[in-house]
């Protein structure tokens, strides 16, 4: 366990409503990473951040923004849902000490925009 | 732009090997796998650098090619418990100073049953 919480589980929204996923972790990893998962696409990068207030873009950030306001967390905003970003969410985290780094997901977020 | 994973789906007996591929159109500084069983998150595997290792764990190894951009995951004497969808994520060599060296970038899985 790497200490990773993302809230909440679940959601359903309606289209146009704004939504805020958030992750959480309590081992002060300097890198946290949005994905989403789709079928036949995998997992795909909306956003990471590489320190508080630093962050980047993915592969597939339009319609979102996050902000990392303090070291634990990373918030994902989807400032007015569609009914495309029905999808599941995961958040990373990772250390990047030395070479051998890896990811740490969360359990992931399942939202649904009707 | 993510890399490109074959085959998208495998089945398999137990006891069985197979071989998954991945491949980039960019220029690789690292290769890492990940499992995801159904309905929970990804775990990682194994990571490969830049060097052309190969790395192994449990039956399970894989190889990575600079030259040809492209990681291969290798399954040997498949067990049930390995059933899941494989990923492969690529850190890219462009990517591999700055701010944007965190930036992993996954395949679309690969598809991994086996069969008592």
């Known amino acids: 366990d790497a200490g990773i919480t993302q809230s909440p589980r679940h959601k359903v929204t309606e289209t146009g409503t704004p939504v805020t996923l958030r992750c959480h972790q309590t081992e002060n990893h300097r890198y946290m990473y949005w994905y989403r998962q789709d079928p036949g696409h995998g997992l795909r990068l909306i956003h990471y951040?590489?320190?508080?207030?630093?962050?980047d873009k993915g592969e597939v950030s339009d319609g979102y923004s996050v902000s990392r306001s303090k070291t634990e967390d990373f918030l994902l905003t989807l400032e007015s849902a569609t009914s495309s970003q029905t999808s599941v969410y995961f958040c990373?985290?990772?250390?990047?000490?030395?070479?051998?780094?890896?990811?740490?997901f969360g359990s992931g977020t399942q939202l649904s925009v009707l | 732009q993510q890399p490109v994973q074959s085959p998208q789906a495998v089945i398999l007996r137990e006891g069985e090997d197979a071989v998954i591929n991945c491949s980039s159109s960019k220029a690789l500084y690292s290769v890492h796998w990940y499992r995801q069983k159904h309905g929970e998150a990804p775990v990682f595997l194994m990571i490969l650098l830049k060097g052309g290792e190969q790395k192994g764990h449990e039956k399970i190894s894989a190889s990575f090619n600079e030259k040809k951009q492209q990681s291969s995951l290798y399954l040997t004497a498949s067990q049930l418990s390995y059933s899941g969808t494989y990923f492969c994520?690529?850190?890219?060599?462009?990517?591999?100073?700055?701010?944007?060296?965190?930036?992993?970038?996954f395949g679309q899985g690969t598809i991994l049953t086996v069969h008592p």
């Open positions: 994520g690529v850190r890219t060599s462009s990517n591999a100073g700055g701010t944007s060296y965190g930036k992993l970038t």
């Open positions: 990373a985290i990772s250390d990047l000490r030395g070479r051998q780094e890896k990811l740490f």
């Open positions: 951040s590489y320190g508080v207030k630093d962050t």
